[in-house]
């Protein structure tokens, strides 16, 4: 963007395409402020907003999460006639999502007498964004009983609200409605199902989909990776990996060794971590992040070598964080280690010291210690400080989870097997 602003000053006399190409582009590059700027140069030249203009600089707003400023546009379209323009409307409803006004975004879809395509899909995104998944599933379900075709861009963020509801038959029922279309095809589509069923809890449906996938990424593979290791299905997961090698299918990345790492974890594999620790670092030269630390340091402390992690802790470029310090502590409670838990402790004080849980599991570990003296002191601080154990996590078994989006009372998919 730097040169096209160059050759931009050089220009004499810019008409409004060119003024709305500059704001084009940098919105698209993530430089709203720029945007802006221009916007206001231009105004001051004498040229007015289109419906372009107004398209491009609502995407500003947005990603400055301005909800004053994106107002100021929506006036703008109001004054000049164009809020009822498609394109403008649909920037609108976006604009809203991004900013969390959910609210204002939804009356501005259902004001639309007969959305399209893309307008369906930006008010599902945003209800997706802003955490509102039961809302998002009913939204496609309406617009999938309308008889609008749904496009890669719908099945993805659909997927994704599944995925965070656990919705596992409101997924399934999703798939059926890919099965049978050009959208069957897509590796994106592929890798988004595979997501949905290991995060609902399904790993053999996100095993055999992947088994049966044509044109396997990168992506697909981390995926099924990471779903194999985070339910416990650890060798099965480091043979998955292995499989990568012999034709060199993909080239492992940061995130695959993220998932190999966790299996390890997960399977209490102490030699094949560090192993493969090493493979990451000297045969692929990916340099470990906080989170590759992170498991190496589970998969040391779980099984019982607290100070090998600790020197680990210690030797990392980066500032630990509270989670590898709490892993720690957790450990040293685990395996008795009091002196190396009250290091872990003191890190722990400083970067979270209102955070409930570390001390439970402080004093914990000096009762298991028979230490009780400090278990008073650490109670004590707890009422001094006016921390308060968190209440008990919560857990739902869900008999029909599907009523919760009405997706379940669609039977079949009237669009399956068009092509």
């Known amino acids: 963007?730097?040169?096209?602003?160059?050759?931009?000053?050089?220009?004499?006399?810019?008409?409004?395409?060119?003024?709305?190409?500059?704001?084009?582009?940098?919105?698209?590059?993530c430089k709203p402020v720029k945007a802006l700027e221009y916007y206001k140069i231009m105004q001051e030249n004498g040229f007015l907003s289109d419906n372009f203009t107004l398209s491009f600089l609502l995407k500003a707003c947005g990603q400055l999460g301005s909800v004053f400023l994106g107002q100021q546009m929506h006036c703008s379209a109001l004054k000049h006639g164009l809020d009822s323009h498609e394109f403008v409307r649909s920037a609108l409803i976006?604009?809203?999502g991004m900013v969390t006004d959910i609210e204002t975004a939804s009356q501005l879809f259902e004001e639309i007498p007969e959305p399209e395509l893309v307008a369906w899909n930006i008010i599902i995104d945003c209800h997706v964004g802003c955490g509102k998944y039961k809302e998002a599933l009913n939204l496609f379900l309406r617009m999938f009983t309308s008889g609008i075709e749904p496009?890669?861009?719908?099945?993805?963020?659909?997927?994704?609200?599944?995925?965070?509801?656990?919705?596992?038959?409101?997924?399934?029922?999703v798939h059926s409605c890919v099965d049978g279309t050009r959208l069957n095809g897509i590796t994106a589509v592929s890798n988004s199902l595979i997501n949905m069923y290991a995060k609902c809890g399904a790993v053999e449906e996100a095993f055999e989909l992947f088994n049966k996938m044509k044109g396997k990424n990168i992506i697909s593979w981390n995926t099924m990776i990471l779903a194999l290791a985070t339910h416990g299905h650890a060798k099965e997961a480091l043979a998955l990996f292995e499989k990568m090698f012999p034709d060199n299918l993909e080239r492992p990345d940061d995130v695959t060794f993220l998932g190999v790492l966790?299996?390890?974890?997960?399977?209490?594999?102490?030699?094949?971590?560090?192993?493969?620790?090493?493979?990451?670092?000297?045969?692929?030269?990916?340099?470990?992040?906080?989170?590759?630390?992170?498991?190496?340091?589970?998969i040391l402390s779980r099984a019982g070598f607290v100070e090998e992690a600790y020197q680990l802790i210690r030797r990392m470029p980066m500032e630990s964080n509270a989670i590898v310090w709490r892993?720690?502590?957790?450990?040293?409670?685990l395996h008795g280690k009091v002196e190396l838990g009250e290091k872990a402790w003191r890190y722990l004080s400083e970067l979270e010291p209102d955070h409930s849980s570390d001390y439970v599991v402080l004093a914990n570990m000096y009762a298991s210690a028979g230490q009780w003296n400090e278990v008073q002191r650490v109670r004590k601080s707890m009422q001094d400080m006016g921390i308060q154990k968190?209440?008990?996590?919560?857990?739902?078994?869900?008999?029909?989870?599907?009523k919760r989006s009405d997706l379940g009372s669609v039977e079949t998919c009237p669009h399956q097997g068009r092509q």
């Open 1 to 29: 963007m730097g040169y096209a602003a160059s050759v931009f000053e050089n220009i004499e006399s810019p008409d409004g395409f060119l003024w709305n190409t500059m704001i084009r582009g940098f919105s698209k590059n």
């Open 94 to 96: 976006h604009m809203y």
């Open 151 to 173: 496009d890669e861009a719908t099945i993805l963020v659909t997927l994704s609200a599944c995925s965070a509801l656990g919705a596992l038959d409101s997924g399934r029922w």
């Open 262 to 298: 966790c299996a390890c974890s997960h399977g209490g594999m102490v030699d094949e971590g560090r192993r493969y620790f090493d493979i990451m670092c000297k045969e692929y030269h990916i340099k470990p992040t906080i989170r590759h630390y992170g498991c190496m340091v589970d």
């Open 327 to 333: 892993t720690q502590l957790a450990a040293c409670q």
């Open 390 to 402: 968190s209440e008990p996590g919560k857990s739902f078994i869900g008999t029909d989870l599907d």
